[in-house]
């Protein structure tokens, strides 16, 4: 009777543990799809820019195409935290399948539309996408087994999905203007599709985390007390170089393009920017397999992105590959640094996030101000020498 008993009892936890790993697994399937697509409909429309910003016929075209680029950012930096603590509290999942739906809407609008507000407020919706899976996709990632793995594939997909974006934009937009942005589209709304088709067995994994969720009547408080502890003075130092390696990346994307003016072609410049991402998608991949610990991650990314950052004023495709390459390899390590402390998984992922992303807007911003004062070259020098001192940051 006892040996039937047990047998039933153990058949049943191996059911419950089956369903749990391919719910599991469903998860980052649907994770790993949704980043690619993404990452490629924010990217695919920066080529196509200016031609968007005169769709308008708008008179301040100038103005227009900066407001186009920034309307991303801000989204992102406003609901990254955000979307952060609610993740925590209501269940990752539920903000995958809001970034995924954000997306189409996103999508869909620049698609249809040629007004300049609407555009706006989709490049808003796009940014705020962003913000709603970020976040909750790598805290679900930072919970498997052997994360640092899957947090690398899924840095790889992220810069794939970039690269994708902008190679695709460029080449399709000769045959038609928003090609690149169908195509990004199509594919975000199959996983939509799917999304729903599948939501229930998706859904599984996260019944527990909603009952915690629920029973929580410290809602406010506790996000509170969690970012409190997040801005204490022994995380500074991790945050900072979080800022300072994205801010580098962007005020090097931003300027060089003015930098290398008559210097080097249009084609040589797509490249080296290209390699960024590309060696990016690389080492990120690798970099979740070394058996070694983040801090040491970071130190030698940080360490190559610096000397990229330094090169790339003379040898531009040396430079951004050695830049790339190196914020591969420091991303992961941040990404592993932030799961391992002791704290809900969305809010720091979500601090992470916005550090990311505040660097990419306002280092350029900043950088901007002395543009007037000194040279390219001089701006491109302290951008390197600044990064560099996050090596020697204490983590």
């Known amino acids: 009777m006892n040996a039937t008993a047990d047998k039933k009892l153990r058949t049943r936890n191996y059911n419950t543990w089956l369903r749990v790993f391919i ?9 790993y799809g949704a980043a690619f697509t993404i990452m490629g409909l924010s990217n695919a429309v920066i080529p196509i820019l200016p031609e968007l910003a005169n769709l308008s016929n708008n008179s301040s075209g100038g103005f227009a195409l900066s407001l186009l680029f920034s309307a991303y950012f801000l989204g992102a930096l406003g609901t990254m935290l955000p979307f ?5 509290r209501f269940g990752n999942f539920k903000f995958i399948a809001l970034g995924i739906i954000l997306t189409v809407i996103s999508g869909l609008t620049i698609l249809l539309s040629k007004n300049l507000w609407i555009l706006l407020i989709a490049r808003f919706i796009e940014g705020s996408a962003c913000g709603a899976f970020l976040p909750a996709s790598f805290a679900i990632l930072s919970k498997l087994n052997n994360p640092g793995r899957y947090l690398g594939e899924l840095t790889f997909l992220f810069n794939a999905g970039l690269a994708t974006g902008a190679f695709l934009s460029g080449l399709l937009a000769d045959t038609y203007l928003k090609g690149a942005i169908l195509v990004f589209t199509i594919l975000t709304f199959l996983l939509t599709i799917y999304l729903f088709s599948r939501h229930r067995r998706l859904a599984d994994p996260e019944i527990s985390e909603k009952a915690s969720a629920l029973k929580n009547s410290d809602l406010f408080r506790k996000p509170y007390r969690e970012t409190k502890k997040l801005l204490s003075r022994s995380n500074i130092g991790l945050w900072l170089s979080s800022f300072l390696l994205n801010g580098a990346i962007g005020v090097l994307v931003a300027y060089y393009p003015d930098y290398s003016l008559g210097t080097i072609t249009k084609t040589q410049l797509g490249i080296s920017i290209s390699s960024l991402y590309v060696c990016a998608m690389i080492t990120s991949l690798f970099g979740g397999h070394f ?3 983040e801090k040491t991650l970071i130190r030698i990314g940080l360490g190559f992105s610096a000397l990229g950052a330094l090169s790339a ?3 531009p495709l040396l430079g951004f590959s050695s830049l790339g390459g190196g914020s591969g390899v420091a991303t992961v390590g941040f990404a592993l640094a932030v799961a391992r402390m002791n704290t809900d998984r969305g809010l720091a992922m979500g601090f992470f996030n916005t550090t990311i992303y505040a660097g990419l807007s306002f280092a350029p911003i900043i950088a901007g101000i002395f543009i007037d004062f000194v040279s ?9 020498c600044i990064l560099a001192v996050g090596i020697i940051l204490k983590s």
Not at 23 to 31: F, T, V
Not at 84 to 88: F, K, R, S, T
Not at 376 to 384: C, D, Q, S, T, Y
């Open 23 to 31: 719910a599991m697994e469903l998860h980052r399937l649907l994770i």
């Open 84 to 88: 952060g603590i609610l993740a925590d």
């Open 291 to 293: 058996k070694v610990k």
């Open 313 to 315: 004023i003379k040898y």
């Open 376 to 384: 390219f070259e001089k701006l491109f020098i302290a951008n390197g």
